[in-house]
């Protein structure tokens, strides 16, 4: 069976849909292909000749799938540039013609996992992980985000440590502003021109998003930063999912002449999976470049098919039918130690056994056994010698992550071609 080519399959007239890749995902394949047995090779299925990296959809060559484009936060990441980490050689070492976005690792900020004054320019401990962020942006990133501080509600702002002071430093959105605008200034003084930035806009509604916008707006301005202005925008909080705020915002972004061809050529849409949002950026973009900036791209991004394998969930179809809503269809996997000596084909067992009606193929589950996921059987110890209650070792996740990701996309890109097709 062929490597199927999904980078091929898209159309540069669509919005460009971004995987969002789990560390997990990328760390046990990484560590496979630079020769730890972070997977059992017994464990591998048959038609997958052995080879891990057949689960690796950035690999041109042996990936049974091919998608050249995807999104890696730095929050995720390993930021130490000067050591080698196989974990991190899926993205660090992806061969060239491939897209990486970085996302800053805000969230991480709000999430007190980065521990700092960070509306305080002077915080050491604030300046060492900014530098490692642009650092890390700059050397492996095509183009990456601010590091900007998420607009989230205050009990997201207020997280504490147990000794009750602040993680991160952060009380209210005017201080989650001064805060962004610290490491926006930093990184415009001190990105060395590798990576392209987006700025990032906030904002939880339309008046906080004007607000964050006309703070915000000089960084991407070529009067004011001739050199080193940042590259295109990136729209988180509101301004990704209100249409009319989207469209404000857009439009107040050209009308300040900084939508500009050669000089701002993409805008990315931050964590959104809804399936009609893939053709309306595409109808945005059509309209952009017919009227303004004809080299702009809308692309976006979701984690869904990684956390939904996380929460034991698979994609078993995906349905765009007219006057109907468009949806992946996920659902609890089938997880019983049953099947561990079960030698069926995992799309016959799901269906023959009831699980699902139907389950669509894709390149990795069309080459599975059942008990390539339920691979635990009632007496099966796991890796830390302990009989667990699922079926499913961290392989089985990783199949199943691939799987999904295919569904995901193929949804995407089946979406614009049935819009583009006028059945809708």
């Known amino acids: 069976m062929e490597q199927v080519n999904l980078s091929a399959s898209h159309n540069n007239d669509w919005a ?12 046990g394949l990484g560590k496979q292909r630079k020769g730890e047995q972070y997977f059992d090779p017994a464990r591998i299925p048959a038609q997958f000749n052995g080879d891990v990296e057949k689960l690796n959809f950035l690999n041109s060559k042996e990936g049974l799938y091919y998608y050249k484009w995807g999104l890696y936060s730095a929050g995720h990441a390993n930021l130490d540039t000067t050591k080698d980490d196989a974990s991190e050689s899926i993205i660090r070492e992806r061969e060239q ?47 990456g985000m601010c590091l900007d501080i998420p607009s989230q509600s205050l009990t997201t702002f207020g997280m504490k440590d147990k000794n009750g002071n602040s993680l991160h430093g952060i009380s209210t959105i005017e201080e989650a502003i001064t805060a962004t605008h610290i490491n926006n ?69 050209i009308h300040d002449g900084l939508l500009v061809e050669g000089k701002h050529d993409l805008i990315h849409c931050l964590g959104t999976s809804i399936l009609e949002y893939a053709v309306l950026f595409t109808d945005i973009q059509k309209a952009i470049r017919k009227y303004h900036n004809p080299t702009l791209s809308i ?27 468009w949806s992946y269809r996920m659902a609890k996997c089938v997880d019983d130690k049953k099947y561990a000596a079960d030698t069926r084909m995992f799309r016959d067992a799901v269906v023959q056994d009831g699980y699902f009606n139907e389950f669509i193929d894709s390149p990795i589950i069309s080459r599975m056994q059942i008990n390539d996921v339920c691979h635990y059987g009632p007496k099966d110890a796991n890796k830390i010698g302990k009989i667990g209650r699922t079926s499913w070792d961290s392989f089985a996740y990783a199949l199943l992550m691939g799987h999904n990701v295919y569904m995901h996309l193929t949804a995407v890109q089946e979406a614009n071609r049935q819009y583009d097709s006028g059945n809708f």
Not at 98 to 115: R, V
Not at 310 to 319: E, K, L, P
Request: glycine share 8%; proline share 5%.
């Open 97 to 143: 013609g491939t897209f990486m976005l970085g996302d800053s690792g805000g969230f991480q900020i709000l999430k007190g996992q980065w521990p700092a004054d960070w509306k305080d320019p002077n915080c050491p401990r604030a300046m060492i992980k900014r530098k490692a962020v642009l650092n890390w942006m700059d050397t492996y990133m095509d183009y």
């Open 185 to 253: 200034e930093y990184f415009i003084k001190n990105r060395n021109g590798n990576c392209k930035f987006l700025n990032v806009l906030q904002g939880r509604n339309h008046g906080q998003s004007e607000d964050w916008y006309n703070e915000m707006k000089k960084y991407c301005d070529p009067n004011i930063y001739p050199d080193n202005h940042f590259n295109g925008w990136a729209f988180g909080g509101q301004n990704k999912i209100d249409v009319h705020l989207m469209l404000t915002r857009m439009v107040d972004i």
């Open 299 to 325: 692309s976006f991004d979701c984690a869904s098919p990684f956390l939904a394998t996380a929460n034991g969930q698979v994609y078993w179809a995906n349905r765009l039918e007219d006057n109907d809503k």
């Open 16 to 27: 460009l849909f971004l995987p969002a890749v789990s560390s997990f995902y990328i760390s």
